[in-house]
């Protein structure tokens, strides 16, 4: 599964939890509160912060990204 690169507000560590994906498209992962991380785009309860929807996530896993050319293509 794909692993968040982003930041732990107020602890400057990395971040490693688990991405996920909404049906509108944002991804991010999953923090009790909001603002918990750079790159958090779910609350606990599963709620999106970007479209409000809840329960619409899945867990984003390697290779079902929209990008795989910054997949690291093995030659
Ligand atoms: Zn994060
Ligand atoms: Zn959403």
Do not use: I, W
Not at 43 to 56: D, F, I, Q, V
Not at 59 to 67: D, E, F, K, N, V
């Amino acid at each position: 599964m794909e692993r968040c690169d982003g930041e732990r507000a107020g602890y400057h560590l990395k971040c490693n939890g688990t991405l996920y994906r909404c049906e509108c498209g944002n991804v991010g992962c999953m923090q009790n509160k909001e603002d918990a991380c750079s790159r958090q785009g779910f609350l606990a309860s599963g709620r999106c912060l970007k479209c409000a929807a809840t329960g619409k996530h899945e867990m984003l896993t390697a290779g079902a990204t929209h990008s795989p050319t910054l997949m690291g293509d093995p030659a």
